[in-house]
């Protein structure tokens, strides 16, 4: 079966950093774009940013812009969201998808993982 | 970009049909026929019903269909089912490589 299965969540401090993965199986990984997508408690959903097959070729959101990298690892099948300078408004659980015929996305099922940025 | 506006709320009976709207502006839904819907259920990853304004990927019943006028894109599940109770969330690209969904849509089923 297709699978995506994230990790990586916590509570961190306001300023702090984290790192999500995203473990993909059960495709070719290599032969997706993928996206991270978050959605704070009780609200809805929000892009975060979307990596080309390769890696060389990523978009952020705009309130992302400059503090999260997307990068990936086609060896290991795993996506990856590192986020620095973390802000209150940065808490959600996010989702990491693949890309379904440009600009929609897929979460296979994956539970997501919860950030929580707190003092 | 402000997210894309749809009704806090809709609801039917079932077997009724229901529709949902997903307002946005002439940058992304009206300039773009890259809409799509999402179904999510209560604790679960939400799940793509609808791309290209109205097609649907496989597996997912013909009672939901997709249309587009203007600015403004449209949902409608027909025959309703208690399963299809869940939150609905529209999106839209929007130029310059960004992505965006609507506040979503909480449909009940009566």
């Known amino acids: 079966d297709e699978q995506l299965v994230e990790s990586g969540g916590g509570l961190v401090q306001p300023g702090g950093s984290l790192r999500l993965s995203c473990a993909a199986s059960?495709?070719?990984?290599?032969?997706?774009?993928m996206h991270w997508v978050r959605q704070a408690p009780g609200k809805g959903l929000v892009w975060v940013s979307r990596?080309?097959?390769?890696?060389?070729?990523?978009a952020y959101a705009d309130y992302v812009k400059g503090r999260f990298t997307i990068s990936r690892d086609n060896v290991k099948n795993t996506l990856y969201l590192q986020m620095n300078s973390l802000r209150a408004e940065d808490t959600a659980v996010y989702y990491c998808a693949r890309d379904f015929n440009n600009w929609y996305v897929r979460t296979l099922g994956g539970q997501g993982t919860l950030v929580t940025v707190s003092s | 970009q402000s997210a894309l506006t749809q009704p806090p709320s809709a609801s039917g009976s079932p077997g009724q049909s229901v529709t949902i709207s997903c307002t946005g502006t002439?940058?992304?839904?009206?300039?773009?026929?890259?809409v799509s819907w999402y179904q999510q259920h209560p604790g679960k990853a939400p799940k793509l019903m609808i791309y290209a304004v109205s097609k649907r990927p496989s597996g997912v019943p013909d009672r939901f269909s997709g249309s587009k006028s203007g600015n403004t894109a449209s949902l409608t599940v027909s025959g309703l089912q208690a399963e299809d109770e869940a939150d609905y969330y529209c999106?839209?690209?929007?130029?310059?490589?960004?992505?965006?969904f609507g506040g979503g849509t909480k449909l009940t089923v009566l």
């Open positions: 990596i080309s097959t390769d890696g060389t070729n990523t």
């Open positions: 002439s940058s992304d839904v009206g300039g773009y026929n890259y």
């Open positions: 059960g495709f070719t990984f290599k032969s997706y774009w």
């Open positions: 999106g839209s690209y929007a130029g310059s490589n960004n992505l965006l």
